[in-house]
């Protein structure tokens, strides 16, 4: 199970890279921090029950941020800033 989180690690950083080099550099930083927390996962020797629930974990903050980030900081369009602020 130490070897997936080395294989998150490589594809975190593969993402990193790609965003670094189109100049969006908060989600390299994002990713970046990612790839190094991935990695010192990897050389911890958990059980793999730890493992599996760190990334439950990992993935349960991820998808309430990015709901949270898409319903209610995430400009709609151009005029519109957003959807907290429509409702108000």
Do not use: K
């Not at 599996?52 to 980030?69: C, D, E, H, W």
């Amino acid at each position: 199970m130490d070897r997936m989180y080395r294989v998150l690690g490589f594809w975190t950083i593969v993402i990193a890279l790609m965003s670094f080099w189109a100049g969006l550099y908060p989600m390299a930083l994002i990713f970046f921090g990612l790839t190094a927390f991935f990695v010192a996962l990897s050389y911890m020797s958990l059980t793999e029950r730890t493992y599996l629930n760190i990334f439950f974990g990992f993935m349960f903050v991820s998808f309430v941020g990015f709901t949270y980030y898409t319903f209610f900081v995430m400009p709609v369009g151009p005029q519109e800033h957003a959807f907290l602020q429509m409702i108000l």
